[in-house]
């Protein structure tokens, strides 16, 4: 199978896509603001990562590669499931971060 440059640009839309979307219907109440929803620097500062980088790979117009790892780290701090920033349509009561995959 050819992975092309488009199948990456496809993946890292949707990755950015969700990780905005859970955002705002994520699982883990202490780190949400009075509004209901996790702001990019608050995930970011829960997550040792920059805000710039969360900023990128939400961003529309900006290709930001991500580890499997990273995704991990924001899984866990949404405590949302993984498999969740992979999803062609998100869900809005998304199932719960389980550390024993």
Same mark, same amino acid.
Do not use: W
């Given at each position: 199978? *050819? @992975?092309?440059?488009?199948?990456? %640009?496809?993946?890292? /839309? #949707?990755?950015? &896509?969700? !990780?905005?979307? @859970? %955002? @705002?219907?994520?699982?883990?109440? /202490?780190?949400?603001?009075? &509004?209901? $929803?996790?702001?990019? +620097?608050?995930?970011? =500062? +829960?997550?040792?990562?920059?805000?710039?980088?969360? @900023?990128?790979?939400?961003? +529309? *117009? !900006? =290709?930001?590669? !991500?580890?499997?790892?990273?995704?991990? /780290?924001?899984? %866990?701090? #949404?405590?949302?499931?993984?498999?969740? $920033? $992979?999803?062609?349509?998100?869900?809005? *009561?998304?199932? &719960?971060?389980? +550390?024993?995959?």
């Amino acid at each position: 199978m *050819n @992975y092309t440059d488009e199948d990456k %640009r496809s993946l890292l /839309k #949707l990755i950015g &896509k969700n !990780v905005d979307y @859970y %955002r @705002y219907h994520c699982n883990n109440a /202490k780190i949400m603001n009075d &509004k209901g $929803f996790v702001t990019i +620097e608050k995930l970011a =500062e +829960e997550i040792n990562s920059s805000s710039n980088m969360l @900023y990128n790979l939400t961003a +529309e *117009n !900006v =290709e930001q590669g !991500v580890s499997i790892v990273f995704l991990d /780290k924001l899984a %866990r701090a #949404l405590d949302i499931s993984l498999h969740c $920033f $992979f999803l062609d349509t998100p869900i809005q *009561n998304p199932p &719960k971060y389980k +550390e024993n995959l």
